[in-house]
């Protein structure tokens, strides 16, 4: 879907290396999600935020951050990659009142 | 906690047979919202339907038919005459509410789905 974007969209990386994600919207969608994406374990919620400066943690949130400072961008940052995070990563939106969700194309991350 | 159980990790088939992905989940909201999605080998996750709790009317949509039934907290999809492009993983997922309005979704454990020429 054209309204997200995920950057970026494949990355290997070091252990110990600190590694950004970043999500961009042009819906203009208060909500935002970060999920990761593993066999046998579906997607599973890592941070999400309900409006700028506004995040909270999801089920697996150990070892992410992210930050919200605008409306359309939504970063998830690994501050020190382990191989346990390598994973598929996807972005979600959605807009108030509104139960459909738009999801990016996904961020395939290896860590090494 | 939400939770939604999709049973069947892998189903194979053969081209133009039906086939039946079950989901099961639990909630302790009174008001939610049932979703599959598809997940194709190019890796994007398609958007199939969405269910209010308060509409328990089965949907048909071309091949593509929904069984909900909140007496047993399931929501099934069955795909008639199953076709090779129908190949995908299949995830059904829940709406959780959050004190800010958030609605997280909740997925299951997906379906790997192989129709067979």
């Known amino acids: 879907d054209a309204g997200i974007t995920q950057s970026p969209r494949h990355k290997v990386t070091e252990t110990g290396t600190p590694v950004t994600l970043r999500c961009h919207q042009t819906?203009?969608?208060?909500?935002m999600y970060w999920y990761r994406q593993d066999p046998g374990h579906g997607l599973r919620l890592i941070h999400y935020?309900?409006?700028?400066?506004?995040?909270d943690k999801g089920e697996v949130s150990d070892g992410y951050s992210v930050s919200r400072s605008k409306t359309e961008d939504f970063l998830l940052t690994l501050e020190s990659a382990t191989s346990s995070q390598t994973s598929v990563y996807f972005c979600?939106?959605?807009?108030?009142?509104?139960?459909?969700?738009?999801f990016g194309s996904g961020t395939r991350l290896t860590v090494v | 906690a939400q939770k939604v159980t999709q049973a069947q990790t892998e189903i194979s088939v053969v081209e133009k047979e039906d086939v039946t992905l079950d989901c099961v989940y639990e909630?302790?909201?009174?008001?939610?919202?049932l979703f599959w999605y598809k997940q194709p080998p190019s890796g994007e996750l398609v958007f199939l339907i969405r269910?209010?709790?308060?509409?328990?009317q089965n949907e048909i949509s071309g091949r593509y038919s929904w069984n909900f039934q909140k007496s047993t907290s399931s929501f099934n999809f069955t795909i008639t005459a199953s076709q090779v492009v129908d190949s995908a993983v299949y995830f059904c997922?829940?709406?959780?509410?959050?004190?800010?309005?958030?609605?997280?979704?909740?997925f299951g454990q997906g379906t790997r789905l192989t129709i067979n020429p």
């Open positions: 979600a939106t959605r807009e108030t009142g509104l139960y459909g969700y738009t």
């Open positions: 819906e203009n969608h208060r909500y």
């Open positions: 935020s309900y409006g700028v400066k506004d995040t």
């Open positions: 909630t302790r909201d009174t008001t939610y919202y």
């Open positions: 269910r209010n709790s308060f509409d328990e």
């Open positions: 997922a829940l709406s959780e509410a959050t004190i800010q309005g958030a609605q997280k979704l909740v």
